[in-house]
Each structure stands twice: as structure tokens, then as C-alpha cells.
């Protein structure tokens, strides 16, 4: 049988999806070259350092003191510029306006995980490095003392808090059968980034205060251990720079596949929609809302017709002598399979919206957002009211095909 032509529509909204991709593509292949150029010379500048300085590492760690004096001054100076950086970040998401509430694509859910393992890996080095510096370099120093614990605080809750909120959310939602979106429960509105950029600039300004200080307290200004901690932390950056830039390079293959794929299997338009939003940038929240009643609809619909069909299956077997009581049995079990699994479904579609929907309401929205939160609520409410009649039709449907075969 020959295949049904597509559509005139269809070829033109194919069209725009590639021609969409295949610009994305493009961006992403001309930064990635241009980033090339930039990891390639900071390679080398990584070469040069250690050509450079590494003679002189055994030199330095002879001398009494400066490798103590050197590891305060990395962590003070790491503060400093990180807090800084921390400044800047705030404001451009101030001026960049609210963020989309988007779900984790699917080509990243595996790479989240990674780098919070790395984060908190390496957080938890540096708080260790921080409380020992404090404790041991600034014990006569109350106040370079009480900002270096201080400063150790807020790692330590960066590490713990999302750890603790994800099993929670986690050990809730182990129940629910059907896999749920991954939307972060730590957005925050576009107002707090002016606090945050203020507290993290003032926090730099106290680093350099304190960093200032250290180095007057020691001989020659503390120079030789600054040069060897700012090398150090230049050697970090770009390692890790190029770790970040390899990864970022690799998840951007699933842009160049999509494009392959659209053109060699011929994708309808829907598919690309379902594949980009799943995979590559992920449904916002309104989006993923309107696909889950859409599944909702069609797993109530199959379930309308799974009663139909075991109402009828009831008075086929019900006609049945009772001397045949493994065939009733066997068809009855048949049947009962049936509607059990697609009423089970449907109630785990409504798990989902519902755990989910409380997480939706429970993280910080946009006005717009709240206003498309209440609207679908309001008719998930209606849909739940008339499912329950359902439930409580499919429950007396399934009592009566039990009873047609005691065990």
C-alpha cells in the first residue's frame, strides 16, 4: 500500500524545523570554533606556566612558611575573584529578565548529576581548605578568622540543601509509576539577584580586606607565595574551562543528529517538535502541562473504551455454563487485566499532575505563569471530580468479572 503524500502544510512546517536546526547548528559550530581558537591558546599558556615555573616549585616548597602562606593567599584570593564573578553573574540575570521554567532535556539528564558530583567534590576540598586555613593561619585574627568560617557556610549549604530537597522530592514521588519532568525546585525570583549581587560584591571588598592585610604581614609583601597561588588558580580555571568547553562541545551532537535525521527519515513536523522539546531544550512548564492532559485525554479515552469492551466481555462469559469454569476464569483474567492496567494508568497520569502541580505552586512563578497554573488546575479539578465516577464504575465492573470466577 502505497504511503499517503504529506501535506503541503507539513512540507512547509518541515521546512522552518530544519531550517531552525540547521541555524542553531550553525551558531553553535562557528562558537565552538572560536572557542577552539581560545582553548588552543590557553593550552598553551597551561604549557608555558609550567615550563615557566615548574623549576622553580621545589625552591619555593624549601622555603619554611610559603607553602602555608601560599594556601591562604590561594583561598583569599579565590574568594575574592569567584565573589566578584558571583557580582556580575547576579546582574546580568537581573537585566537578562525572568528565566523560562524549562525541564531538563533529556541530553542533559545525565550530565546534572556529573557536575554536581564535581561541585561538590571540589566544594567540599575547598571548605575543608578554608576551615584549616582559618583555624590555623588566623587563629590570632578574629576578624580574617570569623569571614573565612563564615565564608565556608555557604558552600556547605550550596552542597547540602539541593542533596536534602531531592530526596525529599525523590522519597515522594517513588510511588508514581510514570516518569516525571525534571524542573529545578530552586528557581528564584528576578528581584533577588540585586541582594545576592550586592552581599556577593561587598563580600569580595571584605576578601580584599582581609587579603590586603595578610600580605603586609608578611616579608617582601608576601609575593612569592601570591605569584604561586594566583598560578595555581590560573592552572585551575583553564583545566577547568577545557573540561567544561569538551562537554559542552559533545552534548552538541544531539542538534547535529536531530538535522540528519529530519532530512533521512522524513520526520513530521510533531516529531521534531516532541524530539527537540524532550531532548534539547527541554518543555517549559506550560508546554509540559498541555502534552500531559493531551496523554490524560487519551489514556481516559482507552479506558472508556476498555469498559465498553469489558461490559460486553461480562455478558459474553456471564452466558457461559458454569461447568466451564476455567474458560469464565481464563477469560475473565484476560478482561481484568485489561481494564485494571489501563484504569492504572490513568490514576498514575493523575499522580503525576498532581505531585507535579504542587511543585509548579510551591516554586517561585512569573504572574503569566500563575494565571496558566490556575486555569489548568481549575480543569484538572473538573477532569478528577468525573474520573472518580469512572474509578467507581471500572471498581464495580471488575467485582462482577472477579465473581464470575472465584478462586
Given at each position: 500500500m502505497p504511503e499517503t503524500p504529506p501535506k503541503p502544510n507539513d512540507n512547509d512546517e518541515r521546512r522552518l524545523w530544519f531550517d531552525y536546526?540547521?541555524?542553531?547548528?550553525?551558531?553553535?559550530?562557528?562558537?565552538?570554533?572560536r572557542s577552539g581558537?581560545?582553548?588552543?591558546?590557553?593550552?598553551?599558556?597551561?604549557?608555558?606556566?609550567?615550563?615557566?615555573?615548574?623549576p622553580e616549585i621545589p625552591q619555593f616548597v624549601a622555603q619554611p612558611g610559603n607553602v602555608r602562606a601560599g594556601i591562604a593567599i590561594f583561598v583569599l584570593v579565590t574568594v575574592v575573584i569567584f565573589s566578584f564573578l558571583g557580582t556580575v553573574?547576579?546582574?546580568e540575570m537581573f537585566c537578562a529578565g525572568e528565566s523560562e521554567f524549562r525541564a531538563t532535556p533529556k541530553s542533559s539528564e545525565a550530565l546534572i548529576p556529573f557536575l554536581y558530583g564535581a561541585f561538590a567534590l571540589l566544594g567540599g576540598a575547598f571548605i575543608c581548605l578554608d576551615v584549616w586555613v582559618a583555624i590555623s593561619t588566623f587563629s590570632q585574627t578574629t576578624s580574617a578568622k570569623l569571614f573565612l568560617l563564615t565564608n565556608g557556610l555557604w558552600p556547605a549549604a550550596n552542597i547540602a540543601y539541593p542533596t536534602i530537597r531531592y530526596r525529599q522530592l525523590t522519597k515522594k514521588a517513588k510511588n508514581i509509576k510514570n516518569p516525571l519532568p525534571k524542573f529545578s525546585p530552586f528557581r528564584l525570583p528576578?528581584?533577588?539577584?540585586?541582594?545576592?549581587?550586592?552581599?556577593?560584591?561587598?563580600?569580595?571588598?571584605?576578601?580584599?580586606?582581609?587579603?590586603?592585610?595578610?600580605?603586609?604581614?608578611l616579608p617582601g609583601n608576601g609575593l612569592q607565595p601570591f605569584k604561586a597561588a594566583a598560578i595555581t588558580l590560573i592552572v585551575i580555571i583553564i583545566i577547568r574551562y577545557t573540561i567544561l568547553r569538551s562537554i559542552g562541545n559533545a552534548t552538541g551532537a544531539q542538534y547535529f543528529g536531530l538535522e540528519r535525521d529530519i532530512v533521512l527519515n522524513r520526520m513530521a513536523p510533531a516529531e521534531i517538535r516532541e524530539r527537540y522539546l524532550r531532548d534539547l531544550s527541554g518543555p517549559d512548564m506550560?508546554?509540559?502541562?498541555?502534552e500531559s492532559f493531551i496523554a490524560l485525554d487519551h489514556k481516559e479515552a482507552f479506558l472508556g473504551q476498555e469498559l465498553e469492551s469489558a461490559r460486553n466481555k461480562l455478558k459474553e462469559i456471564s452466558s457461559i455454563s458454569t461447568d466451564?469454569?476455567?474458560?469464565r476464569k481464563q477469560r475473565a483474567g484476560v478482561v481484568i487485566g485489561r481494564l485494571r492496567k489501563a484504569l492504572e494508568d490513568c490514576i498514575s497520569q493523575y499522580?503525576?499532575?498532581?505531585?507535579?502541580?504542587?511543585?509548579?505552586?510551591?516554586?517561585?512563578?512569573?504572574?503569566?505563569?500563575?494565571?496558566?497554573?490556575?486555569?489548568r488546575f481549575a480543569v484538572l479539578d473538573d477532569k478528577f471530580e468525573r474520573f472518580q465516577?469512572?474509578?467507581?464504575?471500572?471498581?464495580s465492573l471488575l467485582k462482577e468479572l472477579e465473581n464470575l470466577s472465584p478462586s
Open positions: 536546526i540547521r541555524t542553531l547548528n550553525e551558531r553553535r559550530l562557528q562558537a565552538s570554533q581558537v581560545t582553548t588552543y591558546v590557553l593550552v598553551a599558556t597551561l604549557i608555558g606556566l609550567s615550563y615557566r615555573f615548574g553573574a547576579a546582574v528576578r528581584g533577588a539577584s540585586l541582594p545576592a549581587s550586592a552581599l556577593a560584591f561587598i563580600w569580595s571588598i571584605l576578601g580584599a580586606i582581609a587579603l590586603t592585610r595578610y600580605l603586609k604581614s506550560a508546554q509540559w502541562l498541555d466451564y469454569q476455567a474458560e499522580q503525576v499532575l498532581t505531585f507535579q502541580g504542587k511543585l509548579f505552586l510551591n516554586t517561585y512563578n512569573t504572574q503569566d505563569e500563575k494565571v496558566a497554573l490556575r486555569g465516577l469512572t474509578v467507581a464504575g471500572a471498581s
